[in-house]
């Protein structure tokens, strides 16, 4: 099968791709930058386009020529770089689906699948959330996801584009940088690296998905026959920063990592993700702790450290 994914020399594309190529699928890697070190593996495995997904012809000369029958979105800013410059998250987040979703509609695309995410949210939401609360997001990232959303089920609706969301929890995982939540990525592979550790929110309890079951979930969400649902919540478990702190601490004695309490995550620490286990057959594979035991074994693997 012929999968795109838009933003494939990213963090999720990045691992997206390396799991497909495994499979045997044939990857086309769509992406604005000439960038190609996270992804540096698998080069010659894949299929690199360099396109401006806000430019319709763009999409559509990648989509026809290539014969694509599954499209997954994951371009986006990160939230810290939206709220710094809403009209270029709107301009990247939005309107890049927004082409993606008109150029399925004029080739009759077999599928799309967007990454989310649960910014959506009210962050003072009752938890565990599921995916009928209200969506009343307080950063302009969750504005931009809930207006993608709504644009991808009106084109389901009105025009029959096969569109499914996933709405991501707090990502870990090896090329995790940047972003409020980027704490727990860094932790673990600066400690992997024997560096020391500085954090402000100890305290902090989120819902922590490892890059590896969000993998699994978005190509559960390819392959899925015509779900009931559209939308659903993606997650792992729910920890506090420091609880990781206390398992990298046990599988790497000797880390160097301080964190105090000064601040905490402005969201709900919890979400309902039955939706997704009962539709698409998706539950975590990673706890936790063998989430961050194998996120520094492939740091260890990526540095050459034994």
Known sequence: MS???AGGCGFIGSHLARKLVEKGEQVIVFHHTPNTDMIRDIVGHVKLIRGDATNIFDILHALRDNQVQVVYHLIGLLADISEGNPSRALKVNVESLLHFLEAS???SLKR????SSVAVYDPFAQAPVGETAPLRPR?????TKVLSEFYGMHYHRAFGVDFRALRFTTLYGLGKSGGSTGICSLMIEKSALGEA???EVANAVTDWLYIKDAVSSL???????QPGERIYNIGGSSHSVKEVADIVGRLLPGSDIRLDARKTFPWPPAYDCAAAQRELGYTPAFSIEEGVKDFIQEAK???GQK
Request: proline share 0%; no cysteine.
């Open 112 to 115: 799309i699948v967007f990454a």
């Open 3 to 5: 999968v795109l994914i």
């Open 301 to 303: 693997k990526k540095y």
């Open 139 to 143: 950063s302009v990232y969750g504005a």
């Open 197 to 199: 550790v500085r954090g």
């Open 105 to 107: 509609r004029i080739i």
């Open 219 to 225: 190509i559960l969400a390819g392959e899925a026959d």
